[in-house]
């Protein structure tokens, strides 16, 4: 599937290099065709390409408030090095609005800030959030995901567990909400966080109904921080699914090289 850009670029080359004067062009002269990933539902790909110009001034705006490796793709098929540690991690403290289940919680500098705005609107409205995981380095994820294999099987853990340099949680900006179960969803701050987490740059990783496309099964409790502005793109042209969008985003890096 491709967004095909041979007459896109001639028509809106001046708008876009003014727009992007003091940034690096998205586009050159050799490349006028953009490959999106295969996963990406036709419907959402049709939409881009009918509103092209707004899509790429989001896609720039969002690009741009990108730092610290927010909107890395980290799944399945794109590990993250076994040696990866953020290097601007942040312990968790029981003083600040959210509760914690444990002591040795961090998170990074963005990430712990947005979670303690987040925790705070929430406390106004009488509800306490509960940090109960977050940064895993590789090691604890491996002898994690190997006591699943032991319990569960092999085949049965890949459904709810990632394999060592594959999980979000290496990068530090990830939670796991509450009881670590279903029953989140229905609870107070499981709802709350559902309905207003974007607001403070807060994406459900793993939806509904939609294991075949993230790769695992639905996590109502586990939250990434990828920002506010990527949130709001995320719901604008990827159907509110993160997986979605940080694929393209990947290709679109990769592709722009």
Same mark, same amino acid.
């Given at each position: 599937?491709?967004?095909?850009?041979? +007459?896109?670029?001639?028509?809106?080359?001046?708008?876009?290099?003014?727009?992007?004067?003091?940034?690096?062009?998205?586009?050159?002269?050799?490349?006028?065709?953009?490959?999106?990933?295969?996963?990406?539902?036709?419907?959402?790909?049709?939409?881009?390409? #009918?509103?092209?110009?707004?899509?790429?001034?989001?896609?720039?705006?969002?690009?741009?408030?990108?730092?610290?490796?927010?909107?890395?793709?980290?799944? +399945?098929?794109?590990?993250?090095?076994?040696?990866? +540690?953020?290097?601007?991690?942040?312990?968790? !403290?029981?003083?600040?609005?959210?509760?914690?289940?444990?002591? &040795?919680?961090?998170?990074?500098?963005?990430?712990?800030?947005?979670?303690?705005?987040?925790?705070?609107?929430?406390? #106004?409205?009488?509800?306490?959030?509960?940090?109960? !995981?977050?940064?895993?380095?590789?090691?604890?994820?491996?002898?994690?995901?190997?006591?699943?294999?032991?319990?569960?099987?092999? $085949?049965?853990?890949?459904?709810?567990?990632?394999?060592?340099?594959?999980?979000?949680?290496?990068?530090?900006?990830?939670? &796991?909400?509450?009881?670590?179960? &279903?029953?989140?969803?229905?609870?107070?701050?499981? #709802?709350?966080?559902?309905?207003?987490?974007?607001?403070?740059?807060?994406?459900? !990783?793993?939806?509904?109904?939609?294991?075949?496309?993230?790769?695992?099964?639905?996590?109502?409790?586990?939250?990434?921080?990828?920002?506010?502005?990527?949130?709001?793109?995320?719901?604008?042209?990827?159907?509110?699914?993160?997986?979605?969008?940080?694929?393209?985003?990947?290709?679109?890096? $990769?592709?722009? +090289?």
């Amino acid at each position: 599937m491709t967004v095909n850009m041979n +007459k896109l670029f001639f028509k809106y080359y001046i708008i876009i290099t003014v727009f992007f004067f003091t940034t690096t062009a998205l586009f050159s002269a050799e490349t006028k065709t953009f490959h999106v990933p295969s996963s990406i539902p036709t419907n959402l790909v049709d939409r881009i390409n #009918k509103n092209m110009p707004e899509f790429l001034q989001d896609l720039e705006r969002v690009l741009q408030s990108e730092r610290n490796n927010l909107l890395v793709l980290v799944d +399945k098929r794109h590990p993250l090095p076994e040696d990866y +540690k953020p290097d601007n991690l942040h312990p968790l !403290s029981r003083k600040r609005a959210y509760a914690l289940n444990r002591n &040795d919680l961090s998170l990074t500098n963005d990430a712990e800030a947005a979670l303690q705005r987040m925790a705070q609107a929430a406390r #106004k409205e009488g509800i306490t959030l509960l940090v109960s !995981s977050s940064y895993r380095s590789y090691l604890y994820q491996k002898n994690l995901f190997n006591r699943y294999v032991r319990e569960s099987g092999e $085949k049965e853990a890949e459904r709810f567990s990632a394999r060592p340099g594959t999980s979000q949680h290496q990068l530090g900006t990830v939670i &796991d909400f509450g009881s670590i179960t &279903d029953a989140f969803a229905d609870t107070t701050a499981g #709802k709350w966080i559902y309905r207003h987490g974007s607001e403070y740059g807060w994406s459900l !990783s793993f939806p509904k109904g939609y294991e075949a496309v993230t790769g695992y099964i639905w996590e109502s409790w586990h939250y990434r921080y990828i920002g506010k502005e990527a949130c709001a793109f995320q719901k604008k042209w990827f159907g509110d699914i993160q997986q979605y969008m940080l694929e393209f985003i990947d290709a679109w890096k $990769k592709q722009q +090289k």
